[in-house]
């Protein structure tokens, strides 16, 4: 049937070789970790044999005078997502410690950590190593901003197909570019990844360690470990936490210093360069970034106006608006974290969150969910719809920061809110009637958050799915659903989609 | 009045009308492709003819060019009348007047002032618009003229009885960025204005500055006769003219209403005009006039391509009840024959340019833009080298080591505006326009 498959799988394998060869590194630190602690080294050696077992193989069928083009380009995205997950439960399954040595709960943190999900099926954080942990910190902050991305940064030779891949990922036609060469462009934005990561670092270990120099306690708990671990995982806009209690962990400064990276983490990357650069103004011009930030403060007014009136969690106002803002912006851009068990807050307060799930950050930064601009596109367009059914002849072009959104890309932008939200709403059936099949019986409220929370990749949903919590809750076929849809969502389902379309097979 | 020689090439409308009019007191001579067109302009005209391809050196040899103190390229074919400039360039030293149709031309010249070897380029789209804008928008002045490419606006506005700043001084009146108030006559009497004059009824005022602080001061003194922004302003047809029109309209905080019936122009005018509705329906429907409020505009103008189509528009907007319609004439014969029918003003594009070029030379020649009131007062709009007087020195003090009383109105450095003040030190490059007393003239002239 050869000659009847057309896509050049062969240009798309040689791709899927390099990034598994690449991937060795990465698993260096943890294997470091581990040597350092004097910790188990062995579930992070046979990863990197399979990496480099695999990878090479690959590369050896690999044909690298093909071209990627848009097809080639959907299935190494889609197989590249998929087998770095894979290979990222590894350590899980070798380490064989607590409930994530079994496989779908192994593919499940891998498959949730690399998409930046942050749910989490971890029963007992005790009892796990070090280096595992810091493993799936790790491969959150891989994923963060697209494995893709990097791969372009890194990998010369793909050239030109570089902004195919880097466009399939993030399902958007204009990816910024700051270089007439995309992969330059791609190794300016991972540099400026790097750079917020250690930065962040920094702030959170020189809080820990200068503090008592100056006789204040600001992160008692935040040591050299943690602050590396939040770090990968905050500008990622990611979610996990080594710690248990997530970020109720730490102190009320911690959480304050929070807030502000995962904002950043779901600035539009491209527009932190143009600050850094000096055109801070550009920022501060686009619809988008004022958008995402008055929801975020409109969203944390109302959680706050709600908690304030709730005399059960007996808070006095800064810890009401701190914990209203950083749960907000934890949901809001996706990362996941919690400062407290927001499913002791009333109805309405989580209401708000799950309301917040459904928006995201900007697009061109580490965020998911549906993103700003889409929403801001969607209500605009809604806005001319109403002003043109008065004025049926009158052409109104729908404009975001002074640009012209061409009509084409405004129907594929109702069409994946909508997608977006059918998948949803699927997920929420299918979690209902499984959870029923097996006895769990939840309830609408936790069924749709956990819908909503892994499909959007956001992390932790409400009640028994609680940011306190874990997804075990849910019977394993449940769970293995959510892997499906993890991935699913993190590159923006239509490179998924297509691959199951014959068509895509076909001439 | 010095006699200069001037070379016209391309014997069309604007050609003859501008050969016509500098005939009487200079040298011209046209030169034509078309043998028929120069033998008709023979008899018409007096002056001397040549038949030939104006792009070619020889050719431009022959008519005088080498010599020549003025060339003017008024061809149909923009490309042909850029080529001809820097032909010119190669033989001899005239002052080279190009006219176009694409504004983007004018645009590319005005980065420079050097562009194409042309020492001036005129747009014929822009200058249709900007003539159409003033009568839309100033209505109330009694004269207009725009300096330094539209950057720059000189107005004259008789002060009445009611308008609201009579009574007040210059300083109370004064409350526009970047005007100047140039000049006031009292009784035939030139006054130049302090902070401390009071202005009174009867007096006319000139004022220079930024379009838009212009409308913003007509608006000020006549309320009634100058439209404001709430007031329907419809644009029939989204070509060139109707483009321009409207986006010069935009610069002057009006929202405009297009008419386009092709829908991609109308997307892409859309695209490009923020501020006008843009509405893609056939402008001649009677149904859709009405139902989109378009019978009650306060201006309507017809920009359509063809003069029976803005006849028809016209005429039908007259009757449905627009208040004022303004149309777009492409033959100039017609032009008497709109205004008859009841049209309240016919713009012909053909016209203005002619009459712009016109204006120009005969500037160019006498070094001034504009002589008020007899000749009390002239306007001269001076580019500043690095000879100048005026390079290095702040306005206060140019004005305090001449005799005569000047005005700066508007300074223009590299395409802005820069707000004329008493500390504003010139450069070299800056286009001034200064408003002076006539016996100061050659003084000014000679210091600039």
Redesign the interface.
């Given at each position: 049937m050869g000659q009847y498959l057309r896509v050049e799988w062969r240009a798309s394998v040689g791709l899927i070789g390099a990034v598994l060869l690449y991937l060795t590194l990465p698993l260096l630190f943890p294997l470091a970790l581990a040597v350092l602690y004097g910790e188990p080294v062995l579930p992070f050696l046979v990863p990197m044999a399979v990496t480099l077992g695999i990878g090479g193989g690959l590369r050896t069928l690999a044909d690298i005078e093909e071209d990627v083009g848009p097809r080639e380009a959907f299935l190494a995205v889609a197989t590249i997502w998929l087998l770095v997950a894979a290979i990222g439960a590894l350590p899980f399954l070798v380490a064989g410690n607590g409930t994530i040595a079994q496989p779908v709960n192994a593919m499940f943190e891998a498959m949730s950590g690399l998409t930046t999900t942050g749910a989490t099926v971890i029963g007992d954080f005790d009892a796990h190593s070090q280096s595992v942990l810091m493993w799936r910190q790790l491969l959150q902050w891989l994923g963060g901003l697209g494995i893709l991305i990097l791969v372009t940064a890194v990998l010369s030779e793909i050239g030109v197909g570089g902004a195919q891949l880097m466009e399939t990922e993030t399902q958007s036609q204009s990816s910024n570019r700051l270089t007439p060469r995309i992969s330059e462009t791609a190794q300016l934005i991972w540099g400026l990844y790097l750079g917020l990561t250690v930065l962040v670092v920094a702030v959170l270990a020189g809080m820990h360690y200068l503090g008592p120099v100056v006789g204040v306690e600001l992160a008692p708990n935040m040591n050299l470990y943690n602050a590396v671990a939040h770090a990968l995982t905050s500008i990622s806009t990611a979610g996990f936490s080594p710690e248990a209690r997530s970020i109720e962990a730490f102190s009320a400064a911690v959480q304050w210093v929070l807030v502000p990276v995962m904002l950043l983490g779901s600035t539009s990357f491209v527009l932190i360069y143009f600050a850094i650069q000096g055109a801070p103004m550009r920022l501060l011009r686009s619809e988008e970034f004022r958008f995402y930030i008055g929801v975020f403060v409109l969203f944390t007014a109302t959680s706050a106006a709600l908690l304030v009136g709730t005399q059960e969690l007996d808070m006095g106002l800064h810890d009401t608006v701190r914990h209203a803002a950083f749960n907000v912006a934890s949901i809001l851009t996706t990362t996941g974290y919690a400062s407290q068990d927001f499913t002791n807050w009333p109805n309405a307060g989580q209401n708000v969150l799950f309301a917040a799930m459904f928006v995201g950050g900007m697009v061109g930064s580490t965020t998911c969910s549906i993103k700003s601009l889409r929403w801001l596109v969607v209500l605009k367009s809604f806005r001319r719809d109403l002003f043109t059914a008065i004025?049926p002849?009158?052409?109104?072009?729908v404009?975001v920061s002074?640009n012209?959104v061409d009509e084409e890309t405004i129907r594929d932008i109702y069409g994946y809110v909508l997608l977006s939200i059918v998948i949803f709403f699927l997920l929420t059936l299918f979690i209902v009637i499984d959870g029923a099949r097996s006895g769990v019986d939840p309830t609408e409220f936790e069924a749709m958050g956990a819908a909503a929370s892994t499909v959007l990749n956001i992390g932790p949903a409400f009640g028994r799915a609680g940011p306190m919590n874990n997804y075990l809750v849910f019977p394993e076929s449940t769970r293995a659903v959510m892997v499906v849809l993890m991935w699913l969502g993190r590159i923006e389902i239509v490179p998924v989609l297509v691959l199951f379309t014959p068509s895509f097979w076909r001439s | 009045m010095v006699t200069v020689q001037v070379v016209v090439i391309g014997a069309g409308e604007v050609g003859t009308s501008i050969a016509a009019d500098l005939a009487s007191d200079h040298d011209v001579v046209v030169v034509d492709i078309d043998e028929s067109r120069v033998e008709e302009i023979k008899y018409d005209i007096d002056v001397l003819t040549l038949v030939g391809d104006g792009t070619k050196s020889s050719v431009l040899t022959k008519a005088g060019a080498v010599e020549a103190d003025m060339l003017i390229a008024s061809t149909d074919d923009d490309k042909t009348n850029l080529v001809i400039c820097g032909t010119a360039e190669t033989i001899g030293d005239p002052f080279k007047i190009a006219r176009v149709k694409s504004a983007e031309y004018q645009r590319t010249w005005e980065q420079t002032g050097e562009a194409f070897d042309a020492d001036f380029v005129i747009c014929a789209n822009l200058q249709a618009a900007g003539t159409i804008v003033d009568v839309i928008g100033l209505p109330s002045a009694v004269e207009v003229s725009s300096f330094v490419g539209g950057l720059v606006q000189m107005a004259e506005f008789d002060i009445t009885e009611g308008s609201p700043i009579t009574g007040q001084t210059v300083a109370e009146a004064d409350r526009f960025d970047s005007l100047t108030f140039a000049a006031l006559f009292r009784d035939d009497d030139l006054v130049l204005p302090r902070g401390s004059t009071i202005i009174k009824a009867d007096d006319r005022m000139v004022v220079i500055g930024r379009p838009e602080s212009v409308q913003g001061f007509a608006q000020q003194i006549a309320p009634v006769a100058t439209p404001d922004r709430g007031d329907d302003i419809v644009i029939i047809g989204g070509g060139e003219i109707g483009y321009h029109t409207a986006r010069m309209l935009e610069a002057r905080e009006f929202s405009p209403k297009l008419i386009e019936q092709d829908s991609d122009r109308a997307r892409a005018l859309a695209e490009d005009l923020p501020e006008t509705l843009v509405m893609n329906h056939d402008p001649t429907d009677t149904g859709f006039l009405r139902r989109e409020r378009l019978d009650e505009a306060n201006v309507l103008v017809s920009a359509l391509d063809s003069d029976e189509n803005n006849m028809l528009v016209s005429v039908l907007a007259k009757r449905i009840g627009a208040e004022r319609v303004i149309s777009l004439v492409d033959r100039s014969d017609y032009v008497q024959l709109f205004q008859e029918i009841g049209i309240d003003a016919a713009v012909s594009p053909r016209d203005v340019t002619a009459e712009e070029i016109i204006r120009f030379t005969r500037e160019k020649v006498a070094e001034n833009i504009a002589v008020l009131e007899g000749g009390k007062a002239e306007v001269l709009e001076l580019e500043l080298d690095a000879d100048s007087e005026f390079v290095g020195r702040s306005i206060r003090d140019i004005d305090e080591s001449v005799d005569s009383d000047v005005v700066f109105g508007a300074v223009s450095r590299r395409g802005t505006e820069v707000v004329p003040r008493g500390d504003t030190v010139l450069e070299r490059g800056d286009n001034v326009v200064i408003f002076v007393e006539s016996e100061f003239v050659d003084e000014m002239l000679a210091m600039g």
């Open positions: 004025h002849n009158a052409v109104r072009p404009r002074g012209s | -």
